[in-house]
């Protein structure tokens, strides 16, 4: 089975990009169905590589390899096991960590999250969601998993043409309750894959929470805003703030941040459930409380044709923010959007200050953690922006 592309649409693929889009597609040959693995041409019908064909996606083809092979379970095993030595040579330490992160560990569609021996699957390609099984035989017998869930509610599956569902894939246990508590960088969190945002709870930030604890001492009054389970409040509780207020609007995540501060045994964190929005709009009156404030909000655009509107929220949070913080405070400020690229998050940064009539500066800025590499030819892996801002 093969697929032959138009003059010159092998370009990006040649630089290291991982899709091809359905227009770019000259000709198919053979009885192809969704996920089938075909063979990539040239438009001279030179070999360019492997990879996942689904003819009823904008994203018609995914890449798996330069080379003729085999892709099989064990092509998907050493994969996996790769992308687990890359993680695990970094930081042996860690045991909750994103184990493969799609196209940037080269299994497009593939998103595992470790906790432990339990494991949180997201297969959003037709091809690879073809493995599901094989994915769950290989984390039970290399990884010694007691627990996996799928964890599949993602918009993109409905784009590939596969549906939503969320279930338990295997349980050691045999038990309906599929929640467990779980130790990162000693601060204890309840997790409940099932019923979490995304994959059940967000590893991406996990570094940052733990580079928060720098710049908190005895004295910091801190702000989080958009908490979800409470990782950053929780570690600022960790690094002995004097007092910490943390935001969301989601009842779900401040009652499970609660309950992870209750089995840290931290009393000086008060979690309030609004809009952050509305919260930031009822403090206009009030200036100069907090020694650092987290603006960590949810991705406002998911396509180009909003990000005018995505700029314009960035803009008001981070100004109202910036009015909240007492000179020489910190803002540490996030994006998590690929389609606010680092030009655009500074550009707002820099408006941001000036609608706030602050003076900043720039004492730190980071991309995705090693767990969630990157891949530099490809944008839509770049997705993480986090700039350290000391407010004069």
């Not at 790769?82 to 497009?108: G, H, M, Q, Y």
């Not at 059940?200 to 979800?228: T, W």
């Not at 030009?343 to 941001?352: C, L, Q």
Request: hydrophobic share 35%.
């Amino acid at each position: 089975m093969k697929i032959f592309l138009k003059k010159n649409e092998d370009r990006r693929l040649n630089i290291g990009h991982q899709w091809i889009f359905s227009n770019e597609i000259e000709k198919t040959e053979g009885d192809l169905s969704n996920g089938d693995v075909v063979e990539l041409f040239d438009f001279r019908e030179k070999f360019l590589g492997m990879g996942f064909y689904n003819k009823n996606s904008l994203i018609a083809y995914r890449h798996l390899t330069d080379k003729k092979e085999i892709i099989n379970k064990e092509f998907v095993r050493k994969r996996i096991l790769n992308a687990n030595k890359l993680r695990t040579k970094i930081n042996p330490l860690r045991k909750s960590f994103r184990l493969v992160n799609s196209e940037s560990d080269f299994l497009p569609g593939l998103i595992i999250d470790r906790f432990d021996d339990k494991y949180s699957v997201q297969t959003f390609s037709f091809g690879i969601d073809r493995f599901l099984s094989d994915i769950s035989d290989i984390l039970i017998s290399e990884f010694n998993a007691s627990l996996i869930i799928e964890k599949n509610d993602n918009d993109l599956r409905i784009l590939e043409g596969l549906p939503k569902q969320e279930k338990i894939i295997y349980n050691q246990k045999g038990t309906e309750d599929v929640s467990f508590d779980t130790v990162i960088y000693d601060i204890k969190y309840h997790v409940d894959l099932l019923k979490g945002q995304k994959t059940g709870f967000y590893l991406d930030q996990v570094e940052n929470h733990f580079e928060l604890r720098k710049y908190i001492d005895g004295d910091s009054k801190v702000l989080d805003l958009f908490c979800n389970e409470g990782g950053f409040a929780l570690n600022a509780a960790s690094a002995g703030a004097k007092e910490i207020t943390a935001v969301d609007s989601s009842q779900y995540a401040i009652e499970q941040a609660s309950l992870n501060s209750g089995m840290n045994e931290f009393e000086n964190i008060s979690f309030v459930c609004c809009d952050v929005f509305k919260y930031l709009n009822s403090q206009d009156s009030v200036k100069h409380i907090f020694d650092l404030v987290i603006l960590d909000p949810p991705s406002f655009t998911k396509s180009k044709k909003n990000v005018n509107s995505a700029i314009e929220g960035y803009i008001e949070l981070n100004s109202k923010a910036m009015k909240l913080i007492k000179p020489g405070g910190i803002l540490f400020t996030f994006s998590c959007s690929h389609h606010i690229d680092e030009k655009t998050f500074e550009s707002i940064i820099s408006k941001s200050a000036l609608t706030a009539k602050r003076k900043i500066q720039v004492i730190g800025f980071k991309n995705c953690s090693y767990d969630h590499p990157v891949l530099p030819q490809m944008p839509e892996t770049k997705y993480l922006k986090s700039y350290l801002l000391k407010i004069v």
